[in-house]
């Protein structure tokens, strides 16, 4: 009859040890967690004046893809070679991403841009 007090005494211990031994865990700096980093600075600006984009760059860009909210590409070029590059998005689009290669073979991708 002794055995079910022991049982649980035992339990009671073991999960005493896990949970004091989980508490005493270094969590790490949080800044090493890949999800607090501070995101890495562009190398590139977009600039936006009502439809026209201007896209201003410190390397120069040598491929530039700019497509629709609803897939469809519009301008695709390859062998820019230069440091700035603007065009106009058609009137009907209101958001609109872009695909920048840089020199050196680097490819960034932009967020949503919103024109007017």
Do not use: H
Not at 33 to 53: D, M
Not at 76 to 100: A, D, G, R, W
């Amino acid at each position: 009859m002794m055995y079910p007090a022991i049982r649980k005494i035992a339990a009671i211990a073991a999960f005493t040890c896990i949970v004091s031994f989980s508490l005493a865990q270094d969590p790490g700096s949080k800044t090493d967690s890949p999800a607090i980093q501070k995101p890495e600075t562009k190398p590139f600006r977009v600039l936006t004046n009502g439809q026209r984009i201007t896209i201003q760059s410190n390397k120069d860009i040598s491929k530039i893809i700019v497509w629709t909210a609803s897939g469809d590409r519009f301008i695709e070029q390859t062998n820019v070679n230069t440091s700035s590059y603007n065009f106009t998005i058609p009137s009907k689009e209101k958001y609109v991403f872009i695909m920048l290669e840089l020199e050196g073979g680097r490819r960034y991708y932009t967020e949503k841009i919103g024109v007017q």
